[in-house]
C-alpha cells in the first residue's frame, strides 16, 4: 500500500516562507510524476507545482518566480519551497502521484495547512 505523509506547514506573515515536504513510501510502479496541489476554503483543488521524474518543473501563473518544487528519487521526497508569500497562497496544500499505465488510482496525501496573515 502507497502513503504519502505531508508536512512543513503554518502560519506564516506575508512576505514569508515555508518548505513543505512530502515522504512516499510502499511500492509505486512506473516512473511517476509527482505534484502539489492546493485547496482554499469554498474552492476547487488547483494544481500548484509538477516535476517529473528526471526532473522536469511546472508551475502554475498563480506562483511562477516565487515557488520551487523538486525532488530527492533516494529518499521518495518531493518538497515545494515557497517565498515571498501572500494572503491568497493560504489552503491546504496537498502531496499527489497521479494515475498511470502502471497505477489505477491517484495517491494523495493527508494536507498541511498554510496560512498566510498578518
Known amino acids: 500500500q502507497v502513503q504519502l505523509v505531508e508536512s512543513g506547514g503554518g502560519l506564516v506573515q506575508p512576505g514569508g516562507s515555508l518548505r513543505l515536504s512530502c515522504v512516499a513510501s510502499?511500492?509505486?510502479?512506473?516512473?511517476?510524476?509527482m505534484d502539489w496541489y492546493r485547496q482554499a476554503p469554498g474552492k476547487q483543488r488547483e494544481l500548484v507545482a509538477t516535476?517529473?521524474?528526471?526532473?522536469?518543473?511546472n508551475y502554475a501563473d498563480a506562483v511562477k518566480g516565487r515557488f520551487t518544487i523538486s525532488r530527492d528519487n533516494a529518499k521518495n521526497t518531493v518538497y515545494l519551497q515557497m517565498n515571498s508569500l501572500k494572503p491568497e497562497d493560504t489552503a491546504v496544500y496537498y502531496c499527489?502521484?497521479?494515475?498511470?499505465?502502471?497505477?489505477?488510482?491517484?495517491?494523495w496525501g493527508q494536507g498541511t495547512q498554510v496560512t498566510v496573515s498578518s
Open positions: 510502499g511500492t509505486i510502479f512506473g516512473s511517476y510524476t
Open positions: 516535476i517529473t521524474h528526471g526532473g522536469n518543473t
Open positions: 499527489n502521484i497521479p494515475r498511470g499505465s502502471r497505477r489505477p488510482v491517484d495517491y
